[in-house]
């Protein structure tokens, strides 16, 4: 039996409505937007990662170095659950 493995995101709700992280590269260091969770093509950029500790430690870094992400309440979720 194969195993699978869960990834995990980071979301916030604005109006009800999920959000999740986006990473947008950029050459000297990587850039993060809050992207809304109404379709499967951004369901699909929203950064992710087999490691729930790792997501968390990222909440923490957000929260201290990112102003404008910064000021929201964010959770570690299940990546399958904004999967349709």
């Not at 869960?6 to 590269?25: E, F, H, N």
């Not at 430690?57 to 349709?84: P, T």
Request: charged share 30%; aromatic share 12%; net charge positive.
């Amino acid at each position: 039996m194969k195993q699978s493995k869960m990834s995990y995101v980071i979301a916030c709700w604005k109006k009800d409505v999920p959000y999740g992280i986006q990473v947008i590269k950029n050459k000297d260091k990587p850039q993060f937007k809050l992207i809304a969770l109404d379709s499967q093509t951004n369901v699909s950029k929203i950064f992710n990662n087999p490691h729930r500790t790792q997501m968390e430690v990222f909440i923490d870094w957000i929260q201290q170095n990112d102003k404008e992400l910064g000021k929201e309440k964010y959770s570690v979720e299940d990546y399958g659950r904004f999967r349709k």
